[in-house]
Each structure stands twice: as C-alpha cells, then as structure tokens.
C-alpha cells in the first residue's frame, strides 16, 4: 500500500530555520499536506501543496516537492518557541479516496 | 462558524464499561473519519464513514463500532472498555469536489484512560 516516511525527531535553535523532510511512494499523489499537532490537541491543516507545483511559499513556512524524488520538504523560517509541535506529512491516495498519514516529527525548539 | 467537535475532552472510565465518543461536525462534510493516535504519535485509521448510512473499517482492527446515522454526527462506542483501549481519538471531516481536496479537519480529540 502507499507510504509516507518521515524522521522521528528534530532539534533547532530558536531563530534558526527549521527543515522537516518527508518521503512518500504514490507518485499519481495530487495533493501533499503538512499538519501541525501541538501538545493535547488535533492536528491543523498548516499547508497543502499541488502536485504540479514545485514551491508553495506562505509568511513563514515553505513548502518544496521534488516529484522526481518523490520529496517534500516543510520549511520554517526563524523558528520560534511556538512551532513547537509535532508536523505530520500526508499525501492523498486518490485510489482509495483517503489521506495517508506519516508517523510525525517532533519538532523541538532550544534557547 | 463551521467547526468539528468532540466530547468529551477527557474520560477515564473503569473496565468492562460502555462508552460513546461524540463526534459532531458543521460543515455538511460527507467524509468523517476516526483515528487512534499512540502515544509515540502515529495515527491509525480505524473507522470511517463515506456519508449517511455509510461505515467501514479502517486499515488498524478495533474492537469499536460506529454509526451514521446523520450527516454531521459521527459516534464512536467501546462495548466493553479494556486498558488496551487507552489512547487519544482523534475524529476528521473532508469533503471533495471532483479533484480538489482540501485534507481533512480534525477535532481537539477525546484522551481516554480505562484504568
């Protein structure tokens, strides 16, 4: 079935940009998200991005598909205490007419 | 304003009880979903709902049943609660319009403890 893989953990300086990198195997994907999860909560709809774009840019975050690669890449500028918060990527299985969720990174932010 | 809700936030039940998730949502979404997030944060598809009378399993087994009854709500019951049922439910709405599909919107959850 379809996958998306993504690292567990990430660790930034606050003020520093922060890259959160995600894989995914559908290639016929037309749409790619990023969630936002803070502690205790649901998770938020931070971003989606177009299969025929190669960049989505919104205040702060960045957003890069490679689809050769089969690549996304979330990225947030001065990263602030905040942002705090773990970040799911998605892809939409048009077969199955679902969103495939992956395992989340837990972004933390230090001083 | 067009939102999706759960009750309760927080419930810790005792075992062999029965229970009712509540998932309610405004937006007149057909799709609604329920997720089982672990603790180490990934999500499990374990029922969703294509529409009024409409429910399937999701890709992880559960022991829980749900119903769909009207559009906007979306229930979620345990029979008969077990410890291996403590976890974060996390409930979601979509709606598709040909090829756009907006993702989903997610409730604040419900964290259940069956101690």
């Known amino acids: ?30 749409y790619l998200y990023w969630y936002k999860q803070e502690p205790g909560a649901g998770l938020q709809l931070l971003t989606y991005i ?28 001065d990263t602030q205490t905040g942002d705090s918060a773990i970040y799911f990527c998605a892809e939409l299985d ?18 | ?24 949502q405004t937006m007149g979404h057909d799709k609604m979903y ?10 499990h598809l374990i029922h969703y709902s294509y529409g009024v009378n409409s429910t399937e399993k999701g890709d992880l087994s559960s022991e829980s049943t749900v119903s769909r009854i009207r559009t906007e709500h979306f229930p979620l019951t ?19 319009h040909g090829e756009t599909n907006y993702g989903y919107t997610f409730g604040s959850g419900t964290r259940l403890t069956v101690v």
């Open chain 1, 1 to 30: 079935g379809e996958d998306v893989e993504q690292s567990l953990f990430l660790s930034v300086r606050e003020g520093d940009s922060s890259v959160i990198n995600c894989t995914y195997t559908d290639s016929s994907s037309t």
């Open chain 2, 78 to 96: 345990l029979e008969s609660a077990r410890p291996s049922h403590t976890s974060q439910y996390l409930c979601a709405s979509s709606q598709i």
């Open chain 1, 50 to 77: 177009f299969s025929n774009m190669d960049m989505k840019q919104d205040q702060r975050l960045t957003v890069l598909l490679n689809k050769k690669d089969k690549h996304l890449s979330l990225r947030i500028a």
């Open chain 2, 1 to 24: 304003e067009a939102d999706i809700y759960q009750t309760p936030r927080y419930l810790v039940i005792g075992t062999g009880k029965k229970i009712t998730l509540e998932c309610s």
């Open chain 1, 94 to 111: 048009r077969g199955a007419s679902k969103i495939i969720f992956g395992s989340g990174t837990r972004l933390s932010i230090r001083p």
């Open chain 2, 34 to 43: 329920w997720y089982q997030q672990d603790p180490g944060m990934e999500l």
